[in-house]
């Protein structure tokens, strides 16, 4: 058994060594899903656990879980600007994704309330560095408007890109992605 753990420990760090240098951060697609999805059952189980009386709790668990996207979310903003390469386009799309599906796994846990975009955006702020370098230009938004900004970021640099980076197919999926989990695409 610890030699198949040696084993795939190796396996992952080749795999690694093998991304390119602005991948190196970020997470994998199917890392993220595997994350998220553990994260949505424990908000489900905390629901499940004191429905009629855990809303204090269940706010406090959401506004966690936005505040882990919100940097994930920094962070593919950033790289989407500084770092125009095919994989970059295609990881940044990919962890949009299941950003965006995990949030659909969210709205359907059964909440004593409902719960709708306007309540997320009201409950808590999303701060997004829109690429200025600093920290001058912030902006509170909703979860919704900060994932559909780093998209529109992520469409619009893809479009610009040359077609060796990213071919009109590639652009195409990213818009189809986009707009299958409800996001404005131009």
Known sequence: ?????????????????????????????????????????????????????????????????????????????????????????????????????????????PLRGELHEEYVGEAELCLLDCGAGDDEYLSSMSRYEAVQAVWLTLLYAAAAAPKDVVSDALLLRFVKDCTDFGYYCP
Not at 22 to 28: D, V
Not at 59 to 78: D, I, T
């Open 1 to 109: 058994m610890k030699a198949l753990h040696e084993q795939q420990a190796a396996d992952e760090a080749k795999r690694l060594a093998s991304l390119p240098p602005e991948l190196a951060g970020l997470i994998e697609p199917r890392d993220l899903r595997q994350r998220l999805r553990r994260e949505v059952r424990a908000f489900a189980a905390l629901v499940d656990a004191d429905w009629h009386d855990g809303m204090d709790e269940q706010s406090e668990a959401l506004y966690a879980w936005a505040m882990r996207q919100e940097k994930l979310l920094r962070r593919v903003m950033k790289l989407v600007l500084r770092k125009r390469t095919r994989a970059v386009f295609e990881r940044a799309n990919d962890i949009l994704v299941e950003l965006a599906d995990s949030w659909e796994h969210v709205l359907v846990v």
